[in-house]
Every structure is written in structure tokens, then in C-alpha cells.
């Protein structure tokens, strides 16, 4: 009786052991979506992001947006045959170099035919050359800068570039503020906050006639949490505005110390302000904070806009950020292309995406230019109340 047991035992152990053996070597499902069903025939989509890090925030409201296209289309017909369209999300940690890792693995790893991504321009940027290098199209959803796309051939966006924000941005200084006179406050380390700050200044000087109406430029680091320094000089210059385009969390800290320390005038900024995380560090302080952004749920005119502000607000219960929809939008046109494409070649793809007109999506109607950059509208909203409120819209 003893003998048999043990036998029993040694069975049991070794098809337990098999079992384990067969299960790691199962192939790896997307990140976040079930596997297809056997002899499905599967597209696999790239998304690399910032999930954690200092722009974590930033990178889920994207994926949000690209989920929920991927939940009310999830399949895309392409040379006659449909595809289950699989996500495999990567982060990239807000980091440069884990932003080209996270690329390089979504080609090498995960055999995705396009990727969509990434919230930050530095990030983009640093993945964009491994997607240049491996022939791999990707469509940027709220990266700005124009070095994103230039010189690439492979990297598209369905967003505005930062030339244009900074003009919104210097014609409602000028223009609504009445303001003559500016300091920069810049993200030195961050090639969106330095850029945008750039063509702020270029057109605020062009507006006012003075080249010295940019008072002085100040620099602090990404990760800084003390501006004391910086805004103590900006406070003895007396500018009539503020322009400090940065990350959602130091440029609420900018903007808190600045108030603390008794600066009392305008402080204007950029699309990446639109993060429940900026009012949530600034408080109170915040308020009055005007910015650029890419959506407003109160003028959304299009039947796509009403399809993913329905469909959202009953999912989440709340207003979706304006990077959301570039999310939900960047999807929908990586579908189109795979659709005029008629293939699941990359190349086909890239040629179908650079070839994208009047796409009509939630964040209004996308063309891409020579460059691969889309000619949008800017909004204009500021924090009243502790919420993003619309004010207007700006027309290319």
C-alpha cells in the first residue's frame, strides 16, 4: 500500500511539472487584451508610453483613449481578410533610453506592425529612431515638437506642432492680456517645454516690436521641486506675463511658489497642463492658469466626437482629457490606413498613413501635411473652480 502511494505521489508530481513546463511555454498575450481565439487571424499594435515615471499621468490618459477604440473597433479588414487587432502596451518609465528599449522590443519581441505613442516629445523622439531604423510606422498622438517628425519618414501625428501653439499662445498674451512685456519660465531638460518656449518668444517679440520684450529666460531641471531661486528674479523684473510651458507637476509647483512668493501676474503654459494632477499640486494656486490644448467636449461637433464622448462618460463618469481623445483618434486613423492599405505590410501601411485626408475623428478632421504633422485647432482653457474650463477656439 505504501509502495502504490508513493507511486501515486511521483505521478502526480511529474504531470504537475509537465503542465508548468507546457504553460511557460505558451506565447505571451498582449499586454491588456485577451488572446485571439485559435486560427484567428491577429494584427498586433504597438503602444509605447510613460505608465510610470514623472509622466505617468500623461501616458494613461492616452492608452484610455486608444483602449476604448480598440473595445468599439476591434477588428480591421484589410485585402479581404479581418484581423483582431491586439494592443501590447510597453512603458517606456519617462525615460529617453527606456523609450527606444520599449520601441526596440515592441519590433523585436512582439512583431507589432505599427505602434502608437508616446506622450512627451523627448520620448517620441528616442523611439522614433528605432522605428526609423526598422521600416516601422507610428503615429504620435500629443508629442508637439517639430523634431519628432523632421527628418523621419516613419513617425506621423494627429496633433498640432508647437510652431502654432507658441503663436496661440504669444496672440493671447498680446491680445487678451495686453501684455508688452514676458518671462519664460522653461523645462531646460525637456525638448517641449525649451521648444515651445522658443517660438513663444520668437512670435511674442514679433508681436510687440520689441526685441526685448522677453525679459529674461529661466531654467530649471525635470524632478526640481524648488523654484524659489528662479522666481525670486522673475518677481524683481515685474513682466506682464508668465509663459512656462513644462510637466504638469513642476509647472503647478512654478506656479504655487510664484503665487506664494507674491507674483501676482498671468501665468500661461501648454497642452500638458490638461492633467487632473496639475490642479491636484497646485490647489488653489493654479487657478486662473490659462493654456493650449487639443479638444474641448463643449464645442465636439463631429458623429465620431459624439461616439467617444457617449461612450466614455458612461465608462468613466467624468469629462475626458484632451490627450484622451488624440489617443481614441490615432487608433481610428491607424485603422483607416490599414484599411486603404490593403495589406499588414508595414511599409504598405506607412504609405497609407502619410497619405491621410480629412479623416474625420473625435478631435475634428485629420490631413497630414508633407511632414507628417496634422493641421488642427487649438483651444484655449483655463482652471476657474478647480476645473478645465473652455474659453475659445483658434483656427489654423
Keep these: 500500500m505504501k509502495k502504490f502511494t508513493n507511486s501515486m505521489i511521483l505521478a502526480a508530481f511529474f504531470a504537475a511539472l509537465a503542465l ?71 512603458d517606456n518609465k519617462s525615460d529617453k533610453v527606456e523609450a527606444a528599449t520599449a520601441v526596440q522590443r515592441l519590433i523585436d519581441l512582439d512583431k507589432v506592425t505599427l505602434i502608437l505613442g508616446s506622450w512627451g516629445s523627448s520620448l517620441a523622439m528616442a523611439g522614433g529612431e528605432v522605428a526609423k531604423e526598422a521600416r516601422i510606422p507610428v503615429i504620435g498622438l500629443s508629442c508637439t515638437n517639430p523634431l519628432v517628425t523632421a527628418g523621419n519618414d516613419y513617425y506621423f501625428r494627429v496633433c498640432f506642432i508647437d510652431p502654432f501653439q507658441g503663436t496661440v499662445m504669444a496672440n493671447y498674451a498680446y491680445n487678451d492680456l495686453s501684455a508688452k512685456t514676458a518671462v519664460i519660465v522653461q523645462e531646460v531638460s525637456n525638448d517641449y517645454s525649451v521648444g515651445l ?68 501676474v498671468p501665468v500661461i503654459g501648454g497642452d500638458t497642463w490638461e492633467t487632473p494632477e496639475f490642479i491636484d499640486v497646485g490647489q488653489d494656486r493654479v487657478e486662473g492658469a490659462v493654456f493650449s490644448t487639443f479638444f474641448a467636449s463643449e464645442v465636439a461637433a463631429t ?26 483618434d490615432g487608433y481610428l486613423v491607424a485603422l483607416d490606413a490599414i484599411q486603404r492599405a490593403g495589406s499588414t505590410d508595414p511599409l504598405k501601411i506607412r504609405d497609407a498613413i502619410a497619405a491621410t485626408s480629412g479623416f474625420i475623428g473625435a478631435t475634428g478632421t485629420t490631413t497630414l501635411d508633407e511632414n507628417g504633422d496634422a493641421t488642427k485647432s487649438a483651444f484655449i482653457k483655463a482652471v476657474e473652480g478647480g476645473k478645465f474650463v473652455y474659453r475659445t477656439i483658434v483656427n489654423p
Design 20 to 90: 508548468t513546463v507546457f504553460a511557460g511555454c505558451r506565447p505571451r498575450a498582449a499586454a491588456g487584451q485577451g488572446s485571439a481565439a485559435a486560427g484567428e487571424e491577429v494584427i498586433k499594435i504597438g503602444v509605447f508610453e510613460p505608465m510610470t515615471g514623472a509622466n505617468a499621468a500623461g501616458g494613461a490618459m492616452e492608452v484610455e483613449g486608444i483602449r476604448l477604440a480598440n473595445e468599439l473597433n476591434p477588428t480591421v479588414t484589410a485585402g479581404g481578410k479581418t484581423y483582431k487587432v491586439e494592443l501590447v502596451v510597453a
Design 197 to 264: 518656449a522658443k517660438f513663444f518668444s520668437d512670435n511674442f517679440k514679433s508681436l510687440t516690436g520689441n526685441a526685448d520684450s522677453i525679459l529674461t529666460t529661466v531654467n530649471y531641471n525635470t524632478g526640481d521641486q524648488d523654484f524659489s531661486a528662479q522666481l525670486t528674479s522673475v518677481r524683481s523684473l515685474s513682466p506682464d506675463v508668465i509663459f512656462a510651458p513644462g510637466n504638469y507637476t513642476e509647472s503647478a509647483l512654478v506656479m504655487k511658489q510664484a503665487r506664494e512668493l507674491g507674483i501676482t
Design 303 to 328: 458623429p465620431a466626437a459624439e461616439t467617444f464622448l457617449n461612450e466614455y462618460r458612461s465608462r468613466y463618469n467624468k469629462e475626458p482629457a484632451a490627450v484622451t481623445a488624440l489617443g481614441y
